[in-house]
């Protein structure tokens, strides 16, 4: 009489086997789970970067729409903002901004800054635009815009621009050359 213990032997192996496909498998499954949490949440930190640049950079455009935010009777340095900033270095609170930027959430602050020389030559054109007989008169100013959404959960830019203001000609001025 022999008796084959085959069967159970193999048993207990494969079992054994079994489980550690299975742990392989849940560790994979969780390290997957993790990357795509923290992907989700890169992704959401990017949207809410360009959602406040392009909130920023709409407070720039509603600042350039209006001219009277350019006042050219000022003395550089001059700083002008909005009447809800809470920014204290500026000169007078009466800039205004175009109708719409003003940001639903996060606060917005706007500043426009006069910079020196007070009057100075617009810059080279291209060659093509240049025109060597005429000169303008500019003034220099600076757009400086900070959004901030961090409290909302959304993000933050701050952004500055430049803008030149064409001067009108005058005869005291030399016939528009400065």
Same mark, same amino acid.
């Given at each position: 009489?022999?008796?084959?213990?085959?069967?159970?032997?193999?048993?207990?192996?494969?079992?054994?086997?079994?489980?550690? $496909?299975?742990?392989?498998? @849940?560790?994979? %499954?969780?390290? $997957? /789970?993790?990357?795509?949490? #923290?992907? #989700?949440?890169? %992704?959401?930190?990017?949207?809410?970067?360009?959602?406040?640049?392009?909130?920023?950079?709409?407070?720039?455009? @509603?600042? &350039?729409?209006?001219?009277?935010?350019?006042?050219?009777? +000022?003395?550089?340095?001059?700083?002008?903002?909005?009447?809800?900033?809470?920014?204290?270095?500026?000169?007078?609170?009466? #800039?205004?901004?175009?109708?719409? +930027?003003?940001?639903?959430?996060?606060?917005?602050?706007?500043? $426009?800054?006069?910079?020196?020389?007070?009057?100075?030559?617009?810059?080279?054109?291209?060659?093509?635009? /240049?025109?060597?007989?005429?000169?303008?008169?500019?003034?220099?100013?600076?757009?400086?815009?900070?959004?901030?959404?961090?409290?909302? @959960?959304?993000?933050?830019?701050? #952004?500055?621009?430049? $803008?030149? +203001?064409?001067?009108?000609?005058?005869?005291? /001025?030399? @016939?528009? &050359?400065?």
């Amino acid at each position: 009489m022999t008796h084959c213990y085959c069967g159970r032997q193999q048993a207990g192996v494969v079992l054994l086997v079994s489980l550690l $496909v299975l742990l392989v498998m @849940g560790i994979i %499954a969780t390290t $997957v /789970a993790r990357t795509n949490q #923290l992907q #989700l949440h890169m %992704a959401g930190n990017d949207e809410a970067r360009i959602a406040a640049m392009q909130r920023a950079l709409a407070a720039i455009d @509603g600042v &350039i729409a209006r001219p009277a935010n350019f006042r050219t009777d +000022v003395a550089a340095g001059h700083q002008m903002c909005t009447a809800i900033a809470a920014t204290e270095s500026c000169d007078s609170h009466s #800039l205004t901004l175009a109708q719409g +930027v003003l940001p639903a959430t996060g606060q917005l602050e706007v500043v $426009v800054q006069r910079l020196a020389p007070e009057i100075g030559r617009m810059p080279v054109l291209t060659e093509d635009a /240049a025109n060597s007989t005429v000169h303008y008169r500019v003034a220099k100013f600076e757009v400086q815009v900070v959004y901030d959404g961090t409290a909302d @959960g959304g993000g933050r830019a701050a #952004l500055a621009q430049g $803008v030149l +203001v064409r001067l009108s000609q005058s005869a005291s /001025a030399g @016939g528009g &050359i400065p």
